[in-house]
């Protein structure tokens, strides 16, 4: 079964919550068989920031994406989270 990358553009609740924290939050929620790859962060306004978070998941997962971002979006400080991007990995 191939993998995909799922790129989830993380909204924080406020400019007060630690991204660095956020993130392994989600690391810690993600089931078996997803795994984070690496994070960036992008401003919003003033001053405020998104989190970035790339996630490695299977392919052929019931919900698809949706789930994930369920997860994510249950997460304390996590004002919404939305898939921006996804691609296949492998062949």
Same mark, same amino acid.
Request: glycine fraction near 8%.
């Given at each position: 079964?191939?993998?995909?990358?799922?790129?989830?553009?993380?909204f924080?609740?406020?400019?007060?919550? !630690?991204?660095?924290?956020l993130?392994?939050?989600?690391?810690?929620?993600?089931?078996?068989?997803?795994?984070?790859?690496?994070?960036?962060t992008?401003?919003?306004?003033?001053?405020?920031?998104?989190?970035?978070?790339?996630?490695?998941?299977?392919? !052929?997962?019931?919900g698809? @994406?949706?789930?994930?971002?369920?997860?994510? !979006?249950?997460?304390?400080?996590?004002?919404?989270?939305?898939?921006?991007?996804? @691609?296949?990995?492998?062949?």
């Amino acid at each position: 079964m191939t993998d995909v990358l799922v790129v989830v553009k993380v909204f924080p609740e406020s400019d007060e919550v !630690n991204l660095d924290n956020l993130y392994e939050e989600i690391g810690k929620k993600l089931p078996a068989g997803y795994k984070l790859v690496r994070k960036e962060t992008e401003p919003i306004a003033y001053g405020l920031k998104a989190l970035i978070a790339y996630v490695q998941m299977p392919e !052929n997962v019931e919900g698809g @994406t949706d789930t994930l971002e369920e997860i994510i !979006n249950s997460i304390q400080g996590v004002s919404h989270a939305e898939v921006v991007g996804i @691609t296949r990995l492998g062949f």
